[in-house]
């Protein structure tokens, strides 16, 4: 009898080898499926995801106005759109002519801005190109943002080029700052 248990052991051991020759299969087969050389998504900066090639606007963020020590946007108050766009093409200017969003009525870059070639013009937030080539412009001004904006949401922005066309990325809003209550609750019942 106990041969009998020793053998029944054995063979228990010997049925679970091949299911963990499976596992570590199905492991090595997932991590060598992600060492392709395709690119797959976008960037993670924030508000990055355009798909033209030759302009491209990352790290936008819209800065809004906060109820002091809480967690809310304040009511009737505007923003400020920051944002980066990169011209890389090697022979044309290219010309940021609109901004519009459903998120603001108004959304106001003057006249336009000349984005030159080969070059990154930062609106808001230096970067090594702005700041060596003197492209640093302000951030955009948006005003009567929608009630329905919140904190840490993303909301569409198009951006209009002369040459690129329309690039219409997802932006997001500043999150609280830190240290900040949940917003007191306006209205209701």
């Known amino acids: 009898m106990i041969n009998e248990i020793r053998t029944a052991t054995a063979g228990a051991g010997r049925r679970r080898t091949p299911g ?9 087969a997932v991590t060598a499926t992600g060492c392709g050389d395709e690119v797959i998504g976008s960037s993670t900066n924030r508000g990055s995801g355009s798909e033209t090639e030759e302009t491209t606007v990352e790290n936008a963020f819209i800065v ?13 108050s505007g923003a400020q759109m920051r944002f980066t766009v990169t ?4 022979d044309s200017v290219d010309r940021l002519t609109e901004i519009s969003t459903s998120a603001a009525n108004i959304v106001d870059i003057g006249s336009g801005v000349e984005i030159p070639r080969r070059s990154t013009v930062a609106f808001g937030q230096p970067s090594a190109e702005a700041v060596d080539t003197g492209t640093e412009r302000p951030a955009v001004q948006m005003s009567e943002l929608s009630p329905d904006l919140k904190p840490a949401m993303t909301t569409d922005v198009t951006f209009r080029f002369d040459r690129a066309g329309e690039i219409t990325v997802p932006v997001p809003v500043e999150a609280c700052p830190r240290g900040d209550e949940p917003g007191p609750e306006i209205g209701g019942g």
């Open 20 to 28: 963990l020759a499976l596992v570590g299969a199905a492991l090595l």
């Open 64 to 76: 809004p106005t906060f109820m002091p020590g809480y967690c809310a946007i304040q009511v009737g």
């Open 87 to 90: 011209n890389n093409s090697s």
